[in-house]
């Protein structure tokens, strides 16, 4: 498994000087990829506003705040970014439902082992899979997520990278994680000769996938540079 160059460019993503920088230079909200609006169907569907969820990568991204609109009530904000997490911890300090932390994903020894009911991840496995030592790092963070999953629990992530290149990353035994596809069109993606943009429809259809995990050789995707959905459930052992 060797770095994943597909959504990478000369920025080393998995440095904390660089969001340090970037979040400086901007502190205006962005969300990558995806906004909660989008994604707000797959995250009802798998996620209860009961759960503890924790956002890793949080950056100053919208999403934890939408969610809190929508009535999940206990959401842990990571980031390597210090300036990102005292920028969102200062504009949220009279939201309780938020709590901000400055970590490392791929040393999260804070929290206890099966503490979380779900990890939500989007970008920030893309981000690691950018920077140096990618497969260790993306090892790493993955390992550490499945630690802190409890059993029955969720790890929610929204990717570029294709089941060719993310499924090796997400298929360790150790895991133990029952895996289900979704596909949304990249924010605004319009088909050829449609006047309306197909990224508003909700696609909560898994795809079929091939014994081995990847899509169909037959499979065309929608829109080239979609974003992936990876719902990982993590198996409830049965008792003998």
């Given at each position: ?63 934890s ?42 040393d ?10 779900t ?27 499945s ?51 197909s ?5 909560l259809?898994?795809i ?12 065309v ?20």
């Amino acid at each position: 498994m060797e770095r994943d160059a597909s959504s990478c460019n000369t920025y080393n993503y998995g440095d904390s000087l660089y969001w340090d920088a970037r979040y400086v230079q901007d502190a205006l909200s962005f969300d990558w990829y995806q906004r909660y609006s989008s994604l707000r169907p797959f995250v009802t569907s798998f996620v209860p506003t009961s759960s503890k969820v924790l956002m890793v990568g949080c950056g100053n991204s919208l999403m934890s705040e939408d969610m809190v609109k929508d009535g999940y009530e206990d959401i842990m904000n990571v980031d390597i970014s210090s300036v990102a997490i005292e920028m969102m911890r200062t504009k949220h300090a009279s939201v309780p439902q938020l709590k901000y932390m400055q970590m490392d994903v791929r040393d999260m020894s804070y929290f206890d082992n099966e503490s979380i009911d779900t990890v939500i991840d989007k970008g920030t496995l893309d981000s690691l899979m950018c920077g140096d030592d990618a497969p260790l790092s993306a090892s790493r963070m993955l390992g550490e997520v499945s630690r802190l999953i409890k059993p029955g629990g969720t790890y929610f992530l929204i990717t570029y990278g294709d089941p060719k290149v993310r499924m090796p990353h997400l298929t360790p035994s150790a895991y133990n994680w029952k895996i289900s596809l979704y596909i949304l069109p990249r924010p605004g993606f319009k088909k050829t000769g449609s006047s309306s943009s197909s990224a508003a429809k909700p696609r909560l259809e898994a795809i079929s996938l091939t014994s081995e995990g990847m899509l169909p050789r037959d499979y065309v995707l929608e829109d080239p540079d979609s974003h992936f959905i990876y719902i990982c459930n993590k198996k409830v052992e049965e008792v003998a």
